[in-house]
């Protein structure tokens, strides 16, 4: 009897095919409007009345995918009884992971919700919070169905590719990512049995956590205490980086769930997820290197240039998402070079992971016929679209405005513009080495931040000039061409518009913007030795001894700084 009832109303056969049944389709609508409705950052922190509307433009678009067009099928096509098992362990993490989430939300707006909801203050604080709980933990459970569905479809098409990003690697390639992978852990591992700093910094005096500027302008600690990595609606995941949570759950989720079984390993959540972080640099470094064409001997001689940059170095010890959208962006650069039929999905990836990543849309289109431009185009919209409702985050449009002027203020407009280019030329400089830094007390506290940038750096103009005639020289090579564009995107946003100018926090984009500088660079040194390989392989080899020589002891002087302030 109740097998009959699970597959009437969960899966049904039609003309031979296994189709979900109309209770499925339900919750599963159901479960995308809890997305939505749930109280965190993109609801309370906006204009509360917005989330009803947006609530039922999720279910209405969720029904219609469901009954129209087969969602739940399409997204768990093929799925077999062990799969399901593991399914449902990835479930229970879910309903843990969003509960968790959810109520640090709610509790840390304690006061906009008690404005929204008055009725709540006849309860005292004690039973605010059990109250509380029992929703998040309700609402939690809600909201599974559909983010587990997301993570089967997303786990099997990783598998499938990365299955064939690693088949198309060689042995100079292999032996890299081994090497890579236990000197990035090893580095790891002492950064962070020296410090908190990056991931959870406390004031010695009164305990309390620190979230922002303790590394130049970063957010890790933020990020690291909201759980960004697998919450969809964290508050660091606003309009920039709007899907970001939604598109590294599925890598970060089974860390998560492994981090509580293993709860008496000390930070093992820090570890876990900057091993994953660490992996991710690897495979852009290693898909750069693939996409420039370096061959042979020289081919390990470039891994390990771009692996010592001061870019990559940093962004291996924090918890930005500047790690994943650079991955995500080189991947569609990739496949976009190669023909790859997954290139929309990665081009949904870069652009949800990081707004601005949708510069690079235009390389979507093919053919030569308008109307062929435009269905491609009109695709793409549609699908991102269709995600942005689906995973809650419409009320998010309803706090846009406010979320402009609030961002306003890292735009160095008021800067001068030589002024700005002088932050420009340092940053592009700072890709490579690390820029004049240090220990600076801002807003009460022990952080280490780049010094005032009052001179142009000779460096830095040095590099950017060979960046440019490389772009030329080499206009020829189809990723020459997109490095070169990337870096005139780079110039637009940072210079021109002045994005993060305001704060002197251009290393905060080193590594999203950074890598096409170093990519025209080894380009260049390509078509100027290309029948002298050992030449390049030596030229490769002491630019980036020399890097490390410059950039690891930097690196360990500032982490024994912060390590005064901010002990493991």
Known sequence: MIKKTIRRFFLWERNGRSEAGTLARILFAVSTAAITTVPSASGFAGRPWFVLPATVLSLALALFLCFRYQLIERLLEGITPKQT???????????YANSLNYFIYVWDR??????????????????????LKICSIAAGGMAVFAEAAFFYWFAKKVILYGRGWFSESDQYERIYLICGYLFFIAFAVFAYTQTSAFYAPQTSSSGEGLSYDIVYTMD??????????????????????????????????????????????????????????????????????????????????????????????????????????TMYLVLFLYACIHAQKEK?????????????????????LQGKSPLRWLRQAGRICLSFIGVFILFGQVPMLSRAAALV??????????????????????????????????IVVKNDAVTYQMYPVLNYSVLGIVLLALAVFAAVYCHRHRFAVLCGAWVTFSFVVLCLIGWGTAENGLILYSLYFGWSYTALLVL???????????????????AALAAVSVNLPALIDMIYKLADSYPA
Request: hydrophobic residues 60%; charged residues 10%.
């Open 524 to 542: 260049l040194a390509e078509k100027l030795l290309a029948r002298f390989y050992k030449i390049r392989a030596v030229l490769y080899l002491t």
């Open 405 to 438: 002027q609030r961002y306003g203020s890292f735009v160095g407009g008021a800067l001068p513009f030589a002024d700005r280019l002088k932050q420009f030329l340092r940053f592009v400089a700072s890709v490579f080495v690390q820029p004049p830094a240090g």
């Open 110 to 131: 304690l006061e906009a919700l008690l404005y929204v909801v008055p009725q709540l203050s006849v309860f005292s604080l004690n039973e605010l919070n059990i109250l």
């Open 85 to 95: 098992i593991l399914l449902a362990a990835v479930s229970v993490i879910l309903w």
């Open 344 to 364: 929309e999905a990665l081009l949904l990836m870069a652009g949800g992971s990081l707004l601005t990543s949708f510069a690079a849309s235009p390389l979507i």
């Open 220 to 325: 890790s600690p933020a990020i690291m205490r909201e759980n960004s990595f697998i919450s969809i609606n964290a508050g660091e995941n606003d309009f920039r980086n709007i899907l970001f949570g939604l598109f590294s759950m599925p890598f970060a989720l089974p860390l998560f769930g492994l981090s509580k079984v293993l709860f008496f390993i000390p930070n093992f959540y820090v570890y876990a997820l900057a091993a994953l972080q660490i992996a991710a640099v690897l495979v852009t470094i290693a898909t750069i290197v693939r996409c420039i064409g370096v061959k042979g001997i020289a081919k390990t001689a470039a891994l390990c240039l771009f692996s010592v940059s001061y870019s990559v170095l940093l962004n291996v010890l924090s918890f930005e998402q500047y790690v994943f959208s």
